[in-house]
T-cell receptor, first 112, second 114 residues
Framework: DQQVKQNSPSLSVQEGRISILNCDYT??????FLWYKKYPAEGPTFLIS?????DKNEDGRFTVFLNKSAKHLSLHIVPSQPGDSAVYFC???????????FGSGTRLQVQP | ETGVTQTPRHLVMGMTNKKSLKCEQH?????MYWYKQSAKKPLELMFV???????ENNSVPSRFSPECPNSSHLFLHLHTLQPEDSALYLC?????????????FGSGTQLSVL
């Protein structure tokens, strides 16, 4: 029973346009939400995060939105660049736990 | 370079072999983790060590045996594995910073069980 779902396994976007990656979760006790990026043959690297007390966090081209009522998390990349092509994982942290629970990932391809 | 080093990067082993995966973190963190990534599946948590003590075992079969001799080193001992255990094994570390704790991952060991 997956607590974190990324329903789109892949996404293709033109360079310069917006990429929107989505993530749904089931547990309202999650208190911290993260996005990781993974290139082939490398481990996931942290990208951006948001705590449950906020609804938006921005870092350069990357913005994460949290909709707690819908239990929905999204990552916006504007403008998208070919170097953004990677697999993106959303991850959540449960209150009182140190480990993260990950979604299955979305493969983003940014076309030049 | 994330500060978390895993060796070997690739490993091929037979079902009767015994091998070990090694992880070392140079970040001064106090928690270490093993995750497993199988094709098209989410990263699955296997074990959590907090200050060298195992705090989580996510119902992992006993053919996987973790060892954490200190806060900087983590091992995963493998014996009599099955072909379905073939996967990318990722080590991670973190420092307790309250709600905003982030995991830092190594590059992983790609394991193939024949």
């Amino acid at each position: 029973d997956q607590q974190v779902k990324q329903n789109s396994p892949s996404l293709s976007v033109q360079e310069g346009r917006i990429s929107i990656l989505n993530c749904d979760y089931t547990n309202s006790m999650f208190d911290y939400f993260l996005w990781y990026k993974k290139y082939p043959a490398e481990g996931p690297t942290f990208l951006i995060s948001i705590s449950s007390i906020k609804d938006k966090n921005e870092d350069g081209r990357f913005t994460v939105f949290l909709n707690k009522s819908a239990k929905h998390l999204s990552l916006h990349i504007v403008p998208s660049q070919p170097g953004d092509s990677a697999v993106y994982f959303c991850a959540v942290k449960d209150t009182g736990r140190r480990a993260l629970t990950f979604g299955s990932g979305t493969r983003l391809q940014v076309q030049p | 370079e994330t500060g978390v080093t895993q060796t070997p990067r690739h490993l091929v082993m037979g079902m009767t072999n015994k091998k070990s995966l090694k992880c070392e973190q140079h970040l001064g963190h106090n928690a270490m983790y093993w995750y497993k990534q199988s094709a098209k599946k989410p990263l699955e948590l296997m074990f959590v060590y907090n200050f060298k003590e195992q705090t989580e075992n996510n119902s992992v079969p006993s053919r996987f045996s973790p060892e954490c001799p200190n806060s900087s080193h983590l091992f995963l001992h493998l014996h009599t594995l099955q072909p379905e255990d073939s996967a990318l094994y990722l080590c991670a570390s973190s420092q307790d910073s309250g709600v905003g704790e982030k995991l830092f991952f190594g590059s992983g060991t790609q394991l193939s069980v024949l």
